[in-house]
């Protein structure tokens, strides 16, 4: 969701539910309830209620810590093995920050509003690093930190939202199967009842409502 693009959408006769998330995937990354309190969306809006990592993992939240590669950062072989066994033929790098984003603070706004994807969207931090927000089953939010070596896998049809830090800097790979194609569709009654959504609920709700946080 670091840039936006046409998405080919999926027939929908042929959208399947995802299999179940697994919920024993361990996750080192932090995770906590968002506070919803007033301020700069940079902010940490740390509750200091920690959500547990099966709770995570029931969301369909997959996480990866790889170790740095100053040498070959593009093409770091846990990257290149987690990449082959998506499917993910193709990848590029991307930067935030108020030098090299024109218009950075209204991007950034931008990116901070709740949308989904018809297609996982998979983030490795390189430099830097940031906040995804994704909705819990009860709908509220959870915060995710990303800092550098962390990769996370958000599946289709999850509504989350995207910023940078107080740090303003984000250095990325995205991932992608053949050219990158990721429309955000924002919320609303027509994507609440998008059949990619439709899928993920029925998917989510089978192992997050015994998922603790």
């Known amino acids: 969701m670091l ?3 046409a998405l080919r959408l999926a027939p ?3 959208i399947q539910p995802h299999r179940a998330f697994t919920t024993t995937t361990p996750l080192a990354m932090r995770a906590y309830w968002y506070d919803n309190l007033p301020g700069d969306q940079r902010l940490p809006h740390d509750s200091g209620r920690d959500v547990a ?3 995570l993992a029931a969301l369909g939240i997959t996480h990866h810590h790889l170790p740095s590669d100053t040498q070959t950062p593009n093409h770091h072989p846990n990257l290149d093995a987690i990449a082959h066994q998506r499917s993910y033929k193709n990848r590029d790098t991307i930067e935030i920050s108020p030098d090299l984003l024109p218009g950075y603070e209204e991007k950034v706004k931008t990116f901070f509003a709740e949308h989904l994807h018809e297609d ?5 931090i390189l430099a830097g690093g940031g906040y995804f927000d994704v909705r819990g089953q009860k ?3 959870v915060r995710i930190r990303l800092e550098k070596g962390d990769l996370m896998i958000m599946p289709p049809g999850i509504y989350h939202r995207f910023t940078t830090d107080e740090q303003n800097y ?3 790979i995205r991932l992608f199967k053949e050219d990158p194609k990721w429309t955000p569709l924002q919320r609303g009654e027509e994507t609440d009842k998008n ?4 899928a993920y609920l029925q998917t989510r709700d089978g192992t997050a409502e015994t998922a603790t946080a």
């Open 12 to 14: 929908k006769s042929g």
């Open 195 to 198: 059949a990619f959504r439709a």
């Open 170 to 172: 984000t250095k990325a």
């Open 53 to 55: 990592p099966p709770y």
């Open 139 to 141: 709908d509220d939010w």
């Open 3 to 5: 840039a936006r693009h």
């Open 120 to 124: 996982e969207e998979i983030r490795f």
